[in-house]
């Protein structure tokens, strides 16, 4: 009997109206009863409350979706550059679709190194690359690209890894890895760059991942003011 029953509740699993599950849940009470004892005068009365009380459990029991957490770069980022010093310079950041997105990556290197997977549970606030060119523009003051004075210079980001790596299941380190180019106002090449960042995770999981990105992104942001300063070519771009 409570086979028959558990296989007609199954089929009706995917209603979303409880209201009228109640009834169909009774008809199969009382088909389900009616086949091995019959009911007395009356018996379908009580029906409808043990019916409401396998709907309810079924309620209870059905799983509970739970939302992801979600990161950012914290509290904004201290300006390592004296004020005005690159204000003629906009910062443009690039990277590949599949490193434009909320998720955040890590790699099994000791397992598969050529696949990259996203954390299920936990994500970003938004694209790494929009958080780690909002980053850069609060440490170097520079502008958006998109903003409205002119700029003498552009400093381009082609972000080519923004991603958790596992050398082992419990150790693993946040990579960035970067090709930065400086071209003036006519989109003539003065200077070129491959920065490669990598900071230790504490945790290997998804909260370790994003702790060692955002250091990495902040030594990033050190090591490119330090390079701009060393080149000499800002002096190149003009107001």
């Known amino acids: 009997m409570f086979r028959m029953l558990k296989i007609s509740l199954q089929r009706r699993k995917g209603s979303k109206d ?3 599950s109640l009834p169909a849940i009774t008809v199969i009470l009382r088909r389900a009863l009616s086949a091995r004892f019959p009911l007395p005068p009356g018996g379908q009365k009580i029906l ?3 019916a409401a009380i396998f709907l309810l459990a079924g309620c209870l029991s059905a799983p509970q979706r739970t939302l992801p957490s979600v990161y950012d770069f914290g509290t904004p980022a201290q300006r390592i550059a004296a004020t005005g010093v690159w204000a003629n310079v906009a910062l443009d950041v690039h990277a590949p679709a599949w490193l434009d997105a909320p998720g955040i990556a890590y790699r099994l290197a000791y ?15 938004d694209s790494p690359v929009r958080l780690l060119g909002q ?10 690209m998109n903003g409205t004075a002119a700029a003498g210079c552009l400093l381009r980001v082609e972000l080519q890894s923004f991603t958790q790596v596992f050398s ?3 150790q693993s380190h946040g990579r960035l890895q970067a090709v930065v180019m400086l071209v003036d106002g006519r989109r003539q090449l003065l200077a070129e760059r491959t920065f490669a960042v990598e900071e230790e995770a504490a945790t290997p999981d998804a909260q370790g991942a994003v702790r060692a990105l ?13 390079w701009l300063e060393d080149e000499r070519t800002i002096r190149l771009c003009k107001r």
Do not use: K
């Not at 397992?111 to 606030?125: G, I, T």
């Not at 955002?214 to 330090?226: D, K």
């Open 18 to 20: 409880a209201a009228g």
């Open 48 to 50: 409808f409350p043990i």
């Open 111 to 125: 397992e598969d190194p050529l696949r990259w997977r996203n954390y299920v549970d936990s994500r970003w606030a």
């Open 135 to 144: 980053q850069l523009r609060q440490q170097l003051g520079v502008m958006a």
């Open 168 to 170: 082992t299941p419990q």
């Open 214 to 226: 955002t250091a990495a992104g902040s030594v990033f942001g050190q090591q490119l003011a330090q």
